[in-house]
């Protein structure tokens, strides 16, 4: 498996959104689909499939966190099928 670089520009993005990891364990972190590509939170999109995800793994004893658990206010999109 192709380890991720850490040029990826998402952690610059996640980074540059201040969340506080210090204190908190979890085993997944949910991050919205574009925090690749922007580093505004009014920007940022989380999808309806991401949130189901999120909540899949709570609902089985895995410590998932995502950005709103930090405070930041993420946009939620519904995709049109």
Not at 54 to 71: E, P, Q
Request: glycine share 4%.
């Amino acid at each position: 498996m192709k380890s991720i670089s850490p040029l990826w520009k998402g952690f610059e993005n996640i980074k540059s959104l201040n969340p506080q990891f210090v204190g908190k364990n979890f085993d997944v972190l949910c991050l919205p689909e574009n925090i690749d590509t922007t580093n505004s939170a009014e920007k940022l999109r989380e999808t309806i499939e991401s949130i189901e995800l999120y909540k899949t793994f709570k609902s089985h004893g895995i410590v998932a966190l995502a950005l709103h658990d930090f405070d930041v206010k993420v946009t939620i999109l519904r995709k049109e099928m």
